[in-house]
T-cell receptor
Framework: DTGVSQDPRHKITKRGQNVTFRCDPI?????LYWYRQTLGQGPEFLTY????????KSRLLSDRFSAERPKGSFSTLEIQRTEQGDSAMYLC??????????FGQGTRLTVV | GNSVTQMEGPVTLSEEAFLTINCTYT??????LFWYVQYPGEGLQLLLK?????DKGSNKGFEATYRKETTSFHLEKGSVQVSDSAVYFC????????????FGSGTRLSIRP
């Protein structure tokens, strides 16, 4: 158990629907990351929060994607008008004082 | 930009064989280097890390040495077990509050009994 929890673990949605994922980081960690992982690939960076501030967004994060971290605790990642190409594993990670990242088990999204 | 390149898999070995998974990186300055492991159906777990040149990270019989002169961080294990079957990711990051982790594409390792 890494201490980072993600919900749901699996999500199947129809194309065009909106989905929202939640990540609860380790409580004392102020840095939170979202990554996307497709089959056979390494995780790709999506966005990063330091406390409640969103400091960086990847070009992969189109305007259909939005992430929030109110109050610097849990974070949500919303995808609007889902497309089949959004099917992937969405990973959340948190980092404390050093560079070691702790990952959640991910949310697997399937868009049908 | 910064990047990580690791050997493509899958790698299939017999139990007790010697393992090497190559990893090289491109980066400015002095990043920290990591190996993460992903077991089937699970998230990524940190396997080992090294934060400066010539450091050796080790864990569970795995080792990797931070080689700045060759920009490499190859993963080795002297005698693999079936339970080592997983996907292994090499990664780099900087000790900075504004730093993201950059991953290689992963190497799938399968160990035959």
């Amino acid at each position: 158990d890494t201490g980072v929890s993600q919900d749901p673990r699996h999500k199947i949605t129809k194309r065009g629907q909106n989905v929202t994922f939640r990540c609860d980081p380790i409580s004392e960690h102020n840095r939170l990351y979202w990554y996307r992982q497709t089959l056979g690939q390494g995780p790709e960076f999506l966005t990063y929060f330091q406390n409640e501030a969103q400091l960086e967004k990847s070009r992969l994060l189109s305007d259909r994607f939005s992430a929030e971290r109110p109050k610097g605790s849990f974070s949500t990642l919303e995808i609007q008008r889902t497309e089949q190409g959004d099917s992937a594993m969405y990973l959340c990670a948190s980092i404390g004082r050093d560079t070691e990242a702790f990952f959640g088990q991910g949310t697997r999204l399937t868009v049908v | 930009g910064n990047s990580v390149t690791q050997m493509e898999g899958p790698v299939t070995l017999s139990e007790e064989a010697f393992l090497t998974i190559n990893c090289t990186y491109t980066a400015t300055g002095y990043p920290s280097l990591f190996w993460y492991v992903q077991y089937p159906g699970e998230g990524l777990q940190l396997l080992l890390k090294a934060t400066k040149a010539d450091d050796k990270g080790s864990n569970k019989g795995f080792e990797a040495t931070y080689r700045k002169e060759t920009t490499s961080f190859h993963l080795e294990k002297g005698s693999v077990q079936v339970s080592d079957s997983a996907v292994y990711f090499c990664a780099l990051s900087y000790y900075s509050s504004a730093s993201k982790i950059i991953f290689g594409s992963g190497t799938r390792l399968s160990i035959r009994p």
